[in-house]
């Protein structure tokens, strides 16, 4: 069953992207605005309706109320591609997000021309520091806009009970900013693994955690709060995921 409802989750999405990924960057160029915005959260919704009923994943909220009604930075576990769809839905008063990416994801075609079409925050990762004054600048004007800003610290997609050096970029902006930073974890991995094809049925945890203010705070402790708390909530919605380390570690 499982195999059956992976193909069919697919075929639907390699339809539904054919279908609608052109008209978000005819949107996005022609009509500008918000409108590229607006087509891809389209894109996105019918994607998540095959994700739902086709794959039989949904979610568990915990701590929606912890998100901030101010547009803020986002640092968040990466485990799959799900969480870089579902996570846009826990901002409110219907805001959008914008992602810092990698540049090479925006010649994927498709889904990375629409990433390019809607001013995604891209950046040169071998570029070092100015690496990360563009995650600034770009960074600063989409905030000004009312854009939530979301970042995967760890900078790759890691595997369930795994975790990686916390990058700066998130607490970089943040405390060159001066906004509220909100840390989320999840355990989507545990039913779409990282480039795997074969998806189970089943419910994704994800937990909000309260929101700080990166005002004054160094890069260093900012990233230090949020992984302490991302990791910690990890041990707590995937506690057989540390089983052994805890073993190790007695």
Not at 57 to 81: D, F, T, W, Y
Request: aromatic residues 8%.
């Amino acid at each position: 069953m499982t195999v059956i409802r992976s193909s069919l989750f697919m075929a639907w999405a390699i339809l539904w992207s054919i279908v609608s990924a052109p008209l978000v960057v005819i949107a996005a160029l022609a009509l500008r605005g918000l409108w590229g915005y607006r087509l891809g959260k389209l894109w996105r919704l019918g994607i998540q309706w095959g994700v739902e009923n086709l794959l039989g994943i949904r979610p568990k909220v915990i701590g929606l109320e912890n998100m901030p009604k101010e547009p803020c930075v986002i640092l968040a576990k990466h485990q799959s591609a799900w969480e870089t769809m579902t996570l846009q839905d826990y901002v409110p008063n219907g805001a959008y997000c914008v992602f810092v990416l990698k540049k090479e994801l925006l010649k994927v075609p498709l889904i990375g021309w629409g990433l390019a079409a809607m001013k995604m925050i891209s950046i040169d990762r071998a570029a070092g520091k100015d690496a990360l004054d563009q995650v600034v600048t770009q960074g600063r004007e989409r905030l000004k806009q009312g854009f939530y800003v979301i970042l995967f610290p760890e900078g790759t997609r890691v595997a369930p009970g795994q975790t990686k050096r916390y990058k700066p970029g998130g607490a970089y902006l943040a405390t060159h900013v001066g906004c509220k930073v909100v840390p989320i974890a999840h355990d989507a991995g545990e039913l779409w693994p990282r480039q795997a094809f074969l998806k189970k049925p089943g419910t994704i945890t994800v937990s909000i955690g309260p929101a700080f203010d990166a005002t004054g705070m160094s890069e260093a402790e900012v990233n230090r709060q949020a992984e302490a708390w991302i990791e910690a909530e990890m041990r707590r919605i995937s506690p057989h995921r540390y089983r052994d380390a805890a073993r190790s570690n007695a």
